[in-house]
């Protein structure tokens, strides 16, 4: 069993920044692929961002390309996504999610955490 507990959202203007973290506990964290989905009211939720267990491999949805980073410290058990140049419909409620695999977590993860909200003002 993976706990995942996301922090680090909040309101920003257009244009401005935010980090989210996602804090693991349970098993080893080192040994599962990461990411990070997101739910705009009225929408389904949709992929952001994943990692592999590794680091080595990240992956983005074209909306976010070139504005988004994720990355990981195991030494933490803690993932991150680095949120620059945001827009108005980046807003959303922020979730990351964990599998075994990559394709997993970007399909049908199996944990997930309880969201964290991101309000971009324009």
């Known amino acids: 069993q993976v706990q995942l507990v996301e922090s680090g959202g909040g309101l920003v203007q257009t244009g401005g920044s935010l980090r989210l973290s996602c804090a693991a506990s349970g098993r080893t964290f080192s040994y599962y692929a990461m990411g990070w989905f997101r739910q705009a009211p009225g929408k389904e939720r949709e992929f952001v961002a994943a990692i592999s267990w590794s680091g080595d491999s990240t992956y983005y949805a074209d909306s976010v390309k070139g504005r988004f980073t994720i990355s990981r410290d195991d030494t933490k058990n803690t993932m991150y996504l680095q949120m620059n140049s945001l827009k108005p419909e980046d807003t959303a409620v922020y979730y990351c999610?964990?599998?075994?695999?990559?394709?997993?977590?970007?399909?049908?993860?199996?944990?997930w955490g309880q969201g964290t909200q991101v309000t971009v003002s324009s």
């Open positions: 999610a964990s599998d075994q695999t990559v394709a997993a977590v970007v399909t049908t993860p199996d944990y």
